[in-house]
């Protein structure tokens, strides 16, 4: 490239201290050169800042008062950075020198791409995808959020079988790749979400303005996960459940919306039971909770959410089978094996 773009690298920290001393050495030995590395310190309470400024004085520090969530800390952090691109990268994340350049160049040999992901391995364990995206995200047609590589809880060993550049319906929040000019035209996340499937409903807005949402593969992250808020977690539960039915109901069609927001009622009181009678009450509660804040949303907060401006694309990444079916009744664990099901 004649030209190589600015990229900022912006790693939203709540006390994370210790993914900061183990993976910024990581980030900023990236190869590519015309890059900024910015830290948005969401009101941590440990010794977050006192770290970076006595061991790296160089790296620009963007400090929050208190902890805005994920997706009002990046909206806030965004505003102050100058880039042709942002990579929004979770403080637990191990990169490869080279991770940069595959990326930059894919956006800029395709104007129509907005987004990418690289693939994103297990840091315990680098040759298994990892939950938060795998080799990118997609979505069935209740709302229920999958990746090549990851069917709920289950993920894959990588053996190569998703290495194809191809369009996807969202990229991992983990580490997402993105034209800031795109990020500043959709609004950014939805604060409303505070976090979780931020990134999901913000590329799904992405999709509907026109452009294309792409997995990136031959540029490797190793992600540990659940560094802020474990799986299983109750609070966790609750803002999946809520923010995914708060998504289907600012993007969906309205002639979608109509049967599938009603049937993912069903279906989640469905998990909501199954839990409580496998002895997990709080997962039961997290989701009786989601469901009434949700109605809350919907009843008096609307005004709060960003909705998508216009509907012009197809989607990609959207699959019209039912994953619930598919995994829990036909007990199909693997991307591929449902996704070349011909029935």
């Known amino acids: 490239m004649s030209h190589s773009p600015k990229?900022?690298?912006v790693i939203l920290n709540w006390n994370g201290q210790k993914y900061l001393e183990q993976f910024l050495p990581f980030v900023l030995a990236t190869s590519y050169y015309n890059l900024e590395v910015v830290v948005a310190d969401n009101g941590s309470t440990d010794n977050s800042i006192s770290f970076l400024h006595n061991t790296y004085p160089a790296i620009r520090i963007i400090c929050f008062k208190k902890n805005f969530g994920f997706a009002k800390g990046y909206n806030e952090a965004l505003k102050q950075v100058q880039a042709d691109y942002y990579v929004i990268l979770n403080s637990d994340v191990e990169v490869q020198s080279n991770w940069l350049t595959p990326m930059v160049e894919l956006l800029e040999n395709n104007k129509s791409i907005a987004v990418c992901q690289p693939k994103i391995l297990s840091f315990t364990n680098k040759n298994m995808f990892e939950y938060a995206g795998a080799a990118g995200g997609w979505l069935d047609?209740?709302?229920?959020?999958?990746?090549?590589?990851?069917i709920f809880d289950i993920?894959?060993?990588?053996k190569g079988?998703?290495?194809q550049c191809e369009p996807i319906f969202w990229a991992s929040g983990a580490a997402l790749f993105i034209r800031s000019s795109v990020f500043h035209e959709v609004k950014g996340f939805d604060e409303y979400f505070f976090a979780h499937q931020e990134e999901i409903d913000m590329?799904?807005?992405?999709q509907l303005a026109g452009y294309k949402i792409y997995s990136c593969p031959v540029a490797i992250v190793y992600h540990v996960g659940g560094g802020t808020l474990p799986r299983g977690n109750s609070l966790k539960t609750y803002l999946n459940f809520r923010n995914n039915r708060i998504m289907l109901s600012k993007n969906l069609p309205f002639r979608k919306k109509l049967w599938i927001v009603p049937a993912r009622n069903f279906l989640d009181a469905l998990s909501a039971w199954k839990g409580l009678l496998s002895g997990d009450g709080g997962y039961f509660i997290a989701i009786v909770r989601s469901h009434l804040?949700?109605?809350?949303?919907?009843?008096?907060?609307?005004g709060k959410s960003v909705f998508?401006?216009?509907?012009?694309?197809?989607?990609?990444?959207?699959?019209?089978k039912n994953m619930i079916w598919q995994h829990f009744v036909k007990k199909k664990k693997h991307f591929d094996e449902i996704m070349n099901e011909t029935k």
């Open 7 to 9: 990229v900022a690298v």
């Open 141 to 150: 047609k209740y709302g229920y959020p999958f990746a090549k590589g990851r």
């Open 155 to 158: 993920c894959e060993e990588d």
């Open 161 to 163: 079988q998703y290495d």
């Open 203 to 206: 590329c799904w807005r992405i």
């Open 293 to 302: 804040a949700y109605t809350k949303w919907w009843l008096f907060y609307q």
């Open 308 to 320: 998508p401006e216009n509907r012009k694309a197809d989607l990609s990444g959207y699959t019209k």
